[in-house]
């Protein structure tokens, strides 16, 4: 079966160092993956895209690295800020058409000042 | 926000009634989404809309129906209620393949 996996345990990180998320999928062929955040109580809010012949995609202090031979993508935030606390999505196209995006389950990341 | 707005923001209501929640975008675009959120679960489709009155399942339709029978409006309906349907529910649109923008929830509570 498909299956799309973040880290469900809680990320603490001190503030100034890279937080690094995972994403890990399986039984998906994905043309792209996206990142979204998510403050409580708020809708997602999209960050990056990358698509399956990209290795890696940057924005600003943001990273996110795809390879779909580990079918993993990585999510870095450098410099990382109290302000970057947040849980943190990632979603999978569905090649077919209607633009429909499967997401993982989030990941919380806790950035201590 | 892309000019999505939802409604009501809160709900309370009683096991066996009906429910209709509403989706509202101001810009015209064609894809619609109703996801839910649950812990554990992350956000899952419910239904999605191509087109003014065409729609489709998502992975977790049952005990869902949803109407679009205008570009900007995309209602979602719990034709009776059940405390499993206690969720936030998010509405999304998609511009491009590349994003999508949602919505601020609705907090649905089925007692």
């Known amino acids: 079966s498909q299956k799309i996996e973040q880290n469900s345990e809680a990320l603490n990180i001190q503030e100034g160092k890279t937080a690094t998320l995972t994403c890990n999928y399986t039984n998906y062929s994905p043309a792209y993956l996206q990142w979204y955040r998510q403050d409580p109580g708020r809708g997602p809010v999209f960050l990056l895209l990358i698509r399956e012949n990209e290795k890696e995609k940057r924005k600003e202090r943001l990273k996110v690295t795809f390879d779909t031979t580990l079918k993993q993508s990585l999510f870095h935030i450098t410099a990382s800020q109290p302000a970057d606390s947040a849980t943190y999505l990632c979603?999978?196209?569905?090649?077919?058409?209607?633009?429909?995006?499967?997401f993982g389950t989030g990941t919380k990341l806790q950035v201590i000042p | 926000d892309a000019g999505i707005t939802q409604s009501p923001r809160h709900k309370v209501t009683e096991t066996g009634t009906p429910v209709t929640l509403r989706c509202h975008q101001t810009e015209n675009h064609r894809y619609m989404y109703w996801y839910r959120q649950d812990p554990g679960h992350g956000l899952r489709l419910i239904h999605y809309?191509?087109?003014?009155?065409?729609?489709d399942k998502g992975e977790v339709s049952d005990g869902y129906s949803v109407s679009r029978s205008k570009t900007e409006d995309f209602l979602l309906t719990l034709e009776s209620a059940t405390s499993s349907q206690t969720s936030v529910y998010f509405c999304?649109?998609?511009?491009?393949?590349?994003?999508?923008?949602f919505g601020p929830g609705t907090r649905l509570t089925v007692l």
């Open positions: 999304a649109i998609s511009v491009t393949r590349d994003e999508q923008f």
């Open positions: 809309s191509y087109g003014v009155k065409d729609t």
């Open positions: 979603a999978l196209d569905e090649k077919g058409g209607y633009q429909k995006v499967t």
